[in-house]
């Protein structure tokens, strides 16, 4: 049971560039986010999905896009990478959304020059 | 925005100590958890308890919620080495959205051997 995965783990994109954080679980959760993690911010919301089909921004949504097509994956996409998106990204998934443990990725730490 | 706020930011204690951290929030809920992580690592769930629940314990682990003054504290007894790292309370909000967990900044925790 591999839980959550994440790739790649690190990253370097120059600005501008664009990349797919992908995201599986394997645990047929329906519920899946991504949050980022900056220093002395914790984890803010991004995007998530109630399950395939379906996604929703988060908190702070603006230069990522998602979708879930299938329960095991939820991609992250940065369209334009920026500096301001240096950050390690985290994905989650959970039987049901808050109301029950979230399973972490391990996370992708992303460098934007 | 952030929801739950840890306190204190920064805990350093001797091995064989208790350890105890205290989460406030702002919003109602229907449930918080606790969450380890690891240096570089992702999150881990520790506990979680109900709005309607006052006390749980889990292992060396024991978590009040006191839900009129909206705040939360996580025990670790007898602390060891292992200890070491940053702890997370989570809540999700009781208005029926999907929206996910909204983590605070953290407790960074350092046991001394």
């Known amino acids: 049971n591999a839980g959550v995965t994440q790739t790649p783990k690190f990253q370097v994109l120059k600005t501008g560039q664009s990349m797919t954080l992908q995201c599986a679980q394997d645990?047929?959760?329906?519920?899946m986010s991504w949050y980022r993690q900056d220093p002395g911010m914790g984890l803010r919301l991004i995007h998530y999905?109630?399950?395939?089909?379906?996604?929703d921004q988060g908190e702070v949504p603006n230069g990522y896009n998602v979708s879930r097509s299938t329960t095991e994956d939820f991609p992250l996409r940065l369209l334009s990478a920026a500096p301001s998106q240096t950050s390690v990204y985290f994905c989650?998934?959970?039987?049901?959304?808050?109301?029950?443990?979230?399973?972490f990725g391990q996370g992708t730490r992303l460098t934007v020059v | 925005s952030q929801q739950g706020e840890e306190d204190p930011q920064a805990l350093s204690i001797q091995e064989g100590e208790n350890a105890t951290m205290n989460c406030s929030y702002k919003t109602s809920i229907n449930n918080l958890q606790w969450y380890r992580q690891n240096s570089g690592r992702g999150l881990v769930h520790l506990i979680l308890i109900r709005s309607n629940e006052r006390e749980k314990h889990s292992g060396r682990l024991r978590v009040t919620l006191d839900t009129s003054k909206k705040s939360s504290s996580l025990l670790i007894t007898a602390s060891r080495a292992a200890d070491t790292a940053s702890y997370f309370c989570?809540?999700?909000?009781?208005?029926?959205?999907?929206?996910?967990?909204?983590f605070g900044k953290g407790t960074h925790l350092i046991i001394q051997p």
């Open positions: 989650a998934s959970s039987y049901h959304y808050g109301l029950t443990e979230a399973f």
């Open positions: 999905s109630v399950g395939a089909g379906i996604t």
């Open positions: 989570a809540t999700d909000g009781s208005g029926g959205g999907a929206d996910g967990l909204t």
């Open positions: 645990m047929n959760h329906e519920y």
